[in-house]
């Protein structure tokens, strides 16, 4: 089996609450997996663990076969929520920020994906919603890390923006590399899944091949989700 991300018993604690429990997982090399959970489950907690931002209070996680280390942060591209970017920068100074703050940064390959879909030229304060989307996405995706981590890519965004995102996440894909792509947005990205991980409460619901799921439940990922988490 060709590991890369291991999780053995991991659990988070925030005081008296408790954000994961218990989380066993394996992530294997050129596989996309859906980490699926409404907003509180405990999606952006388990990522932010991994990339080494939060740490975990008991289990361990193991990044080609070493536990998580400042040394293993090198391994992950992790792309957040939250808009990083600023205003007064061009996209183009972005770009170069990115290729002078990280070693593994591919500068051509982020060009090529903003081509023809954001103009370089522009501050970022005169993006739109879809563009400063799409351009987190493709710096996230130019580092040639071991493992991607993208926490809701498609929220804010409109559906032809969230098309273009998920071009730009299957132009990046190759077998020696992981992406893990957190959403409830389950209509839009399944169609793109390797395998599909459903978490509620911080534990680990459901875990399998995204068409043995399908095949399983009778259903599509986007049903299987509706009825793990009661939607009507």
């Known amino acids: 089996m060709n590991e890369t991300l291991k999780l053995n018993n991991l659990t988070k604690k925030y005081y008296n609450k408790v954000a994961l429990q218990n989380v066993n997982l394996t992530f294997e090399r050129g596989k996309i997996y859906g980490l699926l959970g409404p907003n509180g489950s405990g999606k952006t907690t388990l990522m932010k663990i991994i990339a080494g931002l939060h740490k975990q209070t008991s289990g361990e996680i193991l990044i080609n076969d070493k536990p998580l280390s400042f ?31 990280y070693s593994d940064f591919n500068k051509d390959f982020a060009l090529e994906v903003l081509q023809n ?7 970022v304060s005169k993006l739109s919603s879809g563009m400063i989307g799409k351009l987190k996405v493709a710096l996230s995706l130019s580092r040639n890390a071991d493992i991607y981590l993208l926490d809701e ?11 273009a995102i998920m071009d730009l996440i299957v132009k990046a894909y190759n077998e ?3 992406i893990i792509i957190s ?12 395998s599909a991980i459903f978490i509620k409460d911080g534990n680990i619901e459901l875990n399998g091949d995204a068409e043995e799921l399908r095949q399983s439940y009778g259903k599509s990922i986007e049903n ?8 009507a």
């Open 176 to 178: 020696n590399k992981i």
């Open 153 to 163: 890519p498609l929220n804010g965004v409109d559906v032809l923006a969230r098309d």
């Open 183 to 194: 959403s409830h947005l389950v209509s839009e990205t399944e169609k793109i899944f390797d």
């Open 117 to 123: 879909n954001v103009d370089i030229e522009l501050k």
């Open 71 to 101: 040394e293993t942060k090198a391994f992950v591209s992790y792309l957040p929520t939250d808009n990083f970017l600023y205003d007064s920068f061009k996209v183009k100074d972005i770009i170069k920020f990115y290729s002078d703050m």
């Open 224 to 231: 299987i989700y509706k009825e793990i988490y009661n939607h």
